[in-house]
Nanobody, 112 residues
Framework: QVQLVESGGGLVQPGGSLRLSCAASGFTFNVYAMTWVRQAPGKGLEWVSSINSGGITNYADSVKGRFTISRDNAKNTVSLQMNSLIPDDTAVYYC??????WGQGTQVTVSA
């Protein structure tokens, strides 16, 4: 059974940091590109960052320089380190494997 389980969300003040994790199981994790997307209240899905099977990363301009994606193929996890958070980062964050498998999401709220 394929599962992607996100964790690490929460409430943080502007300028703070959070680290999201996504634990994968039920498929061959190391061959899939992994992606983080987010959905802010009342808005559509927004691509945030991706990392391919070889470790090459890409970021949306809105998060470049603040967020870092990484993966641990031995542990079947992908992480998103989020620094210098701003209120516009408030959203539900989802991880997915090449759009085929999705997690349930984790809420990130940036507010004073």
């Amino acid at each position: 059974q394929v599962q992607l389980v996100e964790s690490g969300g929460g409430l943080v003040q502007p300028g703070g940091s959070l680290r999201l994790s996504c634990a994968a199981s039920g498929f061959t994790f190391n061959v899939y590109a992994m992606t983080w997307v987010r959905q802010a209240p009342g808005k559509g899905l927004e691509w945030v960052s991706s990392i391919n099977s070889g470790g090459i990363t890409n970021y949306a301009d809105s998060v470049k320089g603040r967020f870092t994606i990484s993966r641990d193929n031995a542990k079947n996890t992908v992480s998103l380190q989020m620094n210098s958070l701003i209120p516009d980062d408030t959203a539900v964050y989802y991880c997915n494997a090449e759009g085929l498998y999705w997690g349930q999401g984790t809420q990130v709220t940036v507010s004073a």
